[in-house]
């Protein structure tokens, strides 16, 4: 079983910067990334990162995103840079590790314009 917890959300300016944290309960997890979700809006995946640091990022934030990992705090971060009102979403912390899918209870992040 793996517990994901998240931290670092926070309101902000448009074109201001954060970074979420996300801690896990253990280590070796293969996949650990973020999906966000908006109000009235499907939850959408944000970025991935592999446990050989190979990362994804959905083209709405590639560029301004950044996904690490420090695994000996099994942890993974989201660098998030220029921020934009449109990334105003409850961010949530993904891991997989095969069968199995675990979320995070989600962080607020508000983007004011």
């Known amino acids: 079983q793996v517990q994901l917890v998240e931290s670092g959300g926070d309101l902000v300016q448009a074109g201001g910067s954060l970074r979420l944290s996300c801690v896990a309960s253990?280590?070796?997890?293969?996949?650990m990334g973020w999906y966000r979700q908006a109000p009235g809006k499907q939850r959408e995946l944000v970025g991935t990162?592999?446990?050989?640091?190979?990362?994804t990022y959905a083209d709405s934030v590639k560029g301004r995103f950044t996904i690490s990992r420090d695994n000996a705090k099994n942890t993974v971060y989201l660098q998030m840079n220029s921020l934009k009102p449109e990334d105003t979403a409850v961010y949530y912390c993904y891991a997989f590790n095969w069968p199995t899918n675990y979320w995070g209870q989600g962080t607020q992040v508000t983007v004011s314009s």
């Open positions: 253990r280590s070796a997890i293969s996949i």
């Open positions: 990162s592999t446990n050989d640091d190979r990362t």
